[in-house]
Nanobody
C-alpha cells in the first residue's frame, strides 16, 4: 500500500520560511513526477510546484522566485522550500506523486500571519 507522509507545515510570520517534506512509502514503480498542490479556503486546488524524474521543474507564477522544489529519488522524497512567505500562501499543501497511478497525501496546513 502506497502512503505519502507530509511534514513541515506550521504557522509562520510573513517573510518567513518553511520547508515541506513528503516521503512516499510502499511499492511505487516508475515515478514520473512528484509535486505539491495547495488549496485555500473557498478556492480550488492548484499546482504549486512539480519536478519530473528527469529533474525538470515548473512552478505557479505566484511562487516563482520564492519557492524551490527538489527531490531525493533514492528516498522517494520531495521537498518544497518556501521563502518570503505571504499571507496569501496560507493553504493546505498536498503532496502528489504520479507513477502508474496518482497518489495524494493527506495535506499539511501552512498558515502565514501578517
Amino acid at each position: 500500500q502506497v502512503q505519502l507522509v507530509e511534514s513541515g507545515g506550521g504557522l509562520v510570520q510573513a517573510g518567513g520560511s518553511l520547508r515541506l517534506s513528503c516521503r512516499a512509502s510502499g511499492i511505487i514503480s516508475s515515478i514520473a513526477a512528484m509535486g505539491w498542490y495547495r488549496q485555500a479556503p473557498g478556492k480550488q486546488r492548484e499546482l504549486v510546484a512539480r519536478i519530473t524524474s528527469g529533474g525538470s521543474t515548473n512552478y505557479a507564477d505566484s511562487v516563482k522566485g520564492r519557492f524551490s522544489i527538489s527531490r531525493d529519488a533514492a528516498k522517494n522524497t520531495v521537498y518544497l522550500q518556501m521563502n518570503s512567505l505571504k499571507p496569501e500562501d496560507t493553504a493546505i499543501y498536498y503532496c502528489n506523486v504520479q507513477s502508474l497511478a496518482v497518489y495524494w497525501g493527506r495535506g499539511t496546513q501552512v498558515t502565514v500571519s501578517s
